[in-house]
């Protein structure tokens, strides 16, 4: 998704990962594939992020070759899975995501989610330390509840 944002505005979007190949949904990686903007760089490893006081390369490595692409920005995205595994009692939609209201609240009393694990549908820091903020608030008047 992060790409599909980036190719609107920037002229070009490296796409680097370090498996051999994409693990995003279909759809997308079409769509990113489908751009002239986008580079997709697979079974690539990121070795270092160059500049002074602003970013203006980042050098990788594909195979036994190290190579310096020209940047001026660099966004990590680190994959999309949510791993909520071990919380087996709560709801999850279909990506595995955990269902949570406007509050933080899972389907199990007590129990709280914030952050890219959740079903919030914009998967950034910011939001997730926003979430992370509420679920705390939340969970505070929770057990002030219950404390009586």
Same mark, same amino acid.
């Given at each position: 998704?992060?790409?599909?944002?980036?190719?609107?505005?920037?002229?070009?979007?490296?796409?680097?990962?370090?498996?051999?190949?994409?693990?995003?949904?279909? *759809?997308?990686? /079409? !769509?990113?594939?489908?751009?002239? @903007? +986008?580079?997709?760089?697979?079974? &690539?490893?990121? =070795?270092? *992020?160059?500049? /002074? !006081?602003?970013?203006?390369?980042? @050098? +990788?490595?594909?195979?036994?070759? &190290?190579?310096? =692409?020209?940047?001026?920005?660099?966004?990590?995205?680190?994959?999309?899975?949510?791993?909520?595994?071990?919380?087996?009692?709560?709801?999850?939609?279909?990506?595995?995501?955990?269902?949570?209201?406007?509050?933080?609240?899972?389907?199990?009393?007590?129990?709280?989610?914030?952050?890219?694990?959740?079903?919030?549908?914009?998967?950034?820091?910011?939001?997730?330390?926003?979430?992370?903020?509420?679920?705390?608030?939340?969970?505070?008047?929770?057990?002030?509840?219950?404390?009586?």
């Amino acid at each position: 998704e992060a790409v599909l944002q980036l190719m609107k505005i920037a002229s070009k979007v490296y796409l680097i990962e370090i498996m051999p190949q994409l693990k995003a949904d279909p *759809i997308l990686v /079409e !769509k990113a594939l489908a751009s002239d @903007r +986008v580079e997709v760089w697979t079974d &690539t490893r990121v =070795l270092e *992020i160059t500049g /002074e !006081k602003t970013v203006n390369g980042i @050098r +990788v490595q594909k195979g036994s070759e &190290t190579i310096l =692409l020209p940047v001026r920005g660099v966004f990590v995205e680190i994959g999309s899975i949510p791993n909520s595994e071990i919380v087996n009692f709560v709801d999850k939609n279909q990506w595995g995501e955990i269902i949570v209201s406007c509050a933080c609240e899972t389907s199990y009393p007590g129990v709280f989610a914030a952050g890219d694990v959740t079903n919030v549908p914009e998967k950034q820091i910011i939001v997730a330390a926003g979430e992370g903020c509420k679920a705390a608030l939340s969970a505070f008047r929770y057990l002030s509840r219950k404390r009586g």
